[in-house]
């Protein structure tokens, strides 16, 4: 392959690049830059939370109950061979307040819900009832894409504080339960130690764009899937791959931004 | 067609490509109301692009689409969607929504536009259902119909709000022999009951010629004939000898381009 395909490659695929950023950003305005209809969203939105929040609930729950139980008990080891094993508290509270929380919840969500999101709207678009909604005068970017939206933007960050707490508590089975340290000094020290806004502010701002981050890209690969099954297969895996990806690029970014001082 | 009948969609010299790919390149028709017209063709010819460019989803490269009078592709939104409300369109895969029950899937449109009291609401679906004679599966999910009543379903659906035009896509693609019988008496009856402009888009030759009022005949990126069903079984063009009589070879080859039969078979591996 000569350079010059390698230039014109290059150059297609930042072209392809910015027309996508510019489609997604034009899905996005389409679907939320109007005046909210409480009477005929409300409905449509609550389903939503139901569907992309409730139902994403036990796994998220689950792995926080474990990730909890396996940061404390390899903390515990690490903390107590310098006698230190009382600090196990903050230690696992801050590690999921400030990482694991925001992050491990949006990953799970990107596999659970976002590829969901994507197939969804991926079978709409192939047995044609977006367009059926168009010839209805519909607007589906109303219809169906913003109420996804919104519910993934509220539930995310609310999967985000139930995987935190559930951590916490899965450190402090290991931690009090099983490995005997000190309820009190446990609870006091992690009390003492957690700021409402360096650390429970600032986990919620990160779980709030990942969950902006992640919708939108499982809505922008749904509603322009190809619309046959290969195409939704491809644009699901997308999802799951891009939003991961994304995710973790963003955390770097807001993490070095709160607190690389 | 009587020279009476007004016309209430009109398509002037209309281009339309995909991409590098030209699917139009110099179409015009006109589509009059209250009929039954058909736009026949062979498959891949882009018909359903057609439909979907009446419907203003696809604006054409060049050339205009007017209905009752009005540019479709000159519209802004709120006006495409006033226009739209006038029309209905059945899809080749009936597009029932996945989430909802038959019934709700016919209320929908209802719900959304005419702003009527739920009790009536309920009183028009059930009398659309009974027309197509789905009344008694009105709580069922699409799913758990057969192909046939899906698209009875999905016709209910699209005559709830009472549009002026129905554009079928494929309306016989699939059907067994009664379906087809059935949405062949439905289309026929609707478009005389209610006075409905229909256009069907169909490669069933028997099945369209039988209820059309006027056809037009889609090839090579351009209309090729057009006339009553009476016209088009006499007339002598070869190409249109051949679809209307379903003839594997003709001005459509059998074969796909390829090179000299006898070369490729004596010719060695390289």
């Known amino acids: ?261 | 067609m009587t020279l009476t009948s007004k016309t209430l969609v009109e398509i002037q010299n209309m281009a339309f490509s995909r991409g590098e790919r030209v699917i139009y390149e110099d179409v015009s028709l006109s589509i009059p109301q209250g009929k039954v017209t058909a736009i026949m063709g062979p498959s891949g010819i882009g018909k359903t692009t057609l439909l979907k460019l009446i419907g203003g989803q696809l604006t054409p490269d060049s050339g205009t689409v007017l209905f009752d009078g009005i540019d479709v592709h000159k519209c802004g939104r709120s006006e495409l969607f006033a226009l739209r409300k006038r029309m209905s369109m059945l899809f080749q895969s009936g597009a029932l929504f996945t989430d909802m029950n038959v019934f709700d899937n016919v209320a929908f449109a209802l719900r959304e536009h005419s702003g009527l009291p739920e009790e009536i609401i309920r009183k028009i679906v059930l009398m659309k259902l009974e027309a197509v004679g789905l009344r008694g599966a009105a709580q069922l999910m699409p799913t758990e119909l057969s192909g046939g009543m899906q698209r009875r379903a999905a016709l209910a659906r699209a005559i709830a709000l009472e549009p002026e035009m129905i554009l079928y896509d494929e309306p016989f693609a699939g059907q067994d022999p009664i379906s087809m019988g059935v949405l062949v008496k439905l289309i026929r009856e609707l478009s005389d009951a209610l006075n409905l402009t229909s256009v069907v888009v169909s490669h069933d030759v028997a099945e369209v010629l039988g209820i059309a009022d006027y056809v037009y005949v889609l090839a090579d990126k351009r209309i090729i004939a057009h006339g009553t069903p009476e016209e088009l079984r006499l007339a002598a063009n070869p190409q249109l000898k051949q679809f209307i009589g379903g003839e594997p070879d003709g001005p459509v080859p059998f074969h796909y381009p390829a090179q000299d039969y006898k070369k490729e078979l004596l010719s060695e591996l390289d």
């Open chain 1, 1 to 261: 392959m000569s350079l010059i395909d390698a230039v014109a490659r290059l150059g297609r695929s930042a072209i392809d690049l910015v027309v996508g950023l510019g489609k997604a950003g034009l899905m996005l305005w389409g679907a939320i830059a109007h005046r909210p209809r409480l009477r005929k969203g409300t409905p449509l939105l609550i389903k939503q939370l139901y569907v992309i929040g409730v139902q994403s609930m036990v796994i998220i729950i689950v792995s926080g109950l474990f990730i909890g139980m396996v940061l404390a008990l390899q903390g515990y080891n690490i903390l107590v061979g310098f006698g230190t094993e009382e600090s196990l508290g903050p230690m696992v509270a801050l590690s999921l307040l400030r990482e694991l929380g925001p992050v491990v919840t949006a990953l799970l969500f990107a596999g659970r819900a976002g590829s969901a999101l994507t197939a969804e709207l991926g079978l709409m678009k192939s047995t044609e009832q977006l367009s059926s909604l168009e010839m209805m005068a519909i607007d589906p970017l109303r219809q169906i894409v913003a109420p996804r939206f919104w519910a993934g933007v509220i539930s995310l960050p609310l999967l985000a504080l139930m995987f935190t707490a559930v951590g916490i508590y899965g450190g402090h089975l290991v931690g009090v339960e099983w490995k005997g340290i000190d309820s009190g000094s446990f609870w006091s020290i992690l009390q003492a130690s957690v700021e409402w806004r360096q650390d429970i502010v600032n986990c919620m701002i990160k779980s709030l764009l990942f969950a902006i981050v992640v919708t939108w890209i499982a809505l922008y690969r749904g509603y322009h899937v190809t619309p046959n099954p290969e195409g939704i297969s491809r644009a699901t895996t997308q999802t799951v791959v891009q939003s991961s990806l994304a995710v973790l690029a963003l955390d770097f970014l807001l993490t070095a931004m709160m607190f690389g001082q």
